[in-house]
């Protein structure tokens, strides 16, 4: 499967972005779901995961309550809508699939991940 994310830009804090990963390639509903972040020098984190059938999410700690992931199997995409966000939100955004025969399983873990997408840079400014 190919994932292609968007949606990253400029904004100052307080403010709202929404992300989204068009999958393509083999059917992408058999996937779950996941973005992660990467910031200048550190590691690649966690941030939320969704199941195939949508009907369960998790998120890290450090966006629950300001972020929401959900995701349209009619149009293989799978959207971040991110509120209220800060600096420290500022990172480069990656989607990526996990082939599942679960429906309502999510997975938090990058290494769990088969296929990821090229990032979308999000800077928030204070």
């Known amino acids: 499967v190919q994932l292609q994310a968007s949606g990253g830009g400029l904004v100052q804090a307080g403010g709202s972005l929404r992300l989204s990963c068009a999958a393509s390639?083999?059917?992408?509903?058999?996937?779950?779901m996941g973005w992660f972040r990467q910031a200048p020098g550190k590691e690649r984190d966690f941030v939320a995961a969704?199941?195939?059938?949508?009907?369960?999410?998790y998120y890290a700690d450090s966006v629950k309550g300001r972020f929401t992931i959900s995701r349209d199997n009619a149009k293989n995409t799978v959207y971040l809508q991110m509120n209220t966000l800060k600096p420290e939100d500022t990172a480069v955004y990656y989607c990526?699939?996990?082939?599942?025969?679960?429906?309502?399983?999510?997975?938090?873990?990058?290494?769990?991940?088969?296929?990821w997408g090229q990032g979308t840079l999000v800077t928030v400014s204070s």
């Open positions: 390639g083999r059917i992408p509903s058999y996937y779950a």
């Open positions: 969704i199941s195939r059938d949508g009907g369960r999410t």
């Open positions: 990526a699939a996990h082939y599942t025969s679960y429906y309502s399983r999510y997975y938090s873990i990058a290494e769990e991940y088969d296929y």
